[in-house]
């Protein structure tokens, strides 16, 4: 069988509109129920400000929860470096969406700052949409495909036939615009966070690709 084989690339820019708030705690205890129970205690501070800025108690929702052993390096009389359990060390990340509201969001951060939590966050903007932006990601690709196959074959003095094999690598394409890397909640206790926050999110830039085979005549 005669074939042409192409790759086309898809290239997609969208429009944000949710904001994904992502917070981290983290701490290290003597015990292992003591890192448990602090944790406990700082979720319920991050529940307790999210509901004060109209959120339920579904809407903060786990992302990640580990406790590991956390160790510490140290010379013994010998000179040679050993290590022994400090403790134990709680990593707890969670995250809210909602739509688009640079104002909503001041209020939450201005919240945090003022609740004694050692959280840290980050800022995203995404899609709520997710997965109609995927498919659009993909038709956009295998619309790239055919339109160069079919420049190929032109140029080449053939036609295409029957559309053989498409194969495509499926990776969970994230649509995620990130402007605010980690900060701790407790710096914005200068109140700036409570006011609205004059942010503009740029489009979101996302790719993909498939390859596809022609017969030819």
């Given amino acids: 069988m005669r074939s042409i084989k192409v790759t086309g690339k898809g290239l997609l820019k969208v429009k944000p509109d949710t904001m994904r708030l992502l917070l981290t705690t ?9 890192a448990l129970q602090a944790s406990a205690d700082m979720t319920g501070i991050l529940r307790g400000v999210a509901a004060e800025c109209g959120f339920t108690e579904e809407e903060l929702k786990t992302t990640s929860f580990v406790v590991d052993p956390d160790y510490e390096g140290y010379q013994d009389k010998n000179g040679n470096w050993r290590q022994k359990l400090k403790g134990y060390r709680y ?7 909602f739509p688009l509201d640079n104002e909503r969001l001041g209020r939450l951060l201005y919240a945090l700052s003022k609740s004694g939590s050692k959280a840290e966050f980050r800022i995203q903007y995404t899609v709520a949409d997710m997965e ?8 956009l690709a295998v619309e790239d ?3 160069k196959a079919t420049i190929l074959a032109e140029a080449a003095g053939v036609s295409l036939g029957a559309l053989n094999t498409i194969d495509y690598s499926f990776g969970a394409r994230d649509f995620v615009a990130e402007p605010m890397a980690f900060r701790e909640c407790s ?7 409570g006011m609205a ?4 999110p740029d489009e979101i830039r996302a790719e993909d690709s498939v390859t596809v085979l022609w017969e030819i005549r």
């Fill in 145 to 147: 495909a055919k339109r």
């Fill in 197 to 200: 926050l004059d942010m503009t």
């Fill in 132 to 139: 109609a932006s995927r498919n659009e990601l993909l038709r």
């Fill in 26 to 34: 983290t701490d290290t205890k003597k015990d292992y129920a003591d």
């Fill in 187 to 193: 710096k914005a206790s200068d109140g700036v966070y």
């Fill in 91 to 97: 990593t707890h990340e969670l995250k809210l969406e």
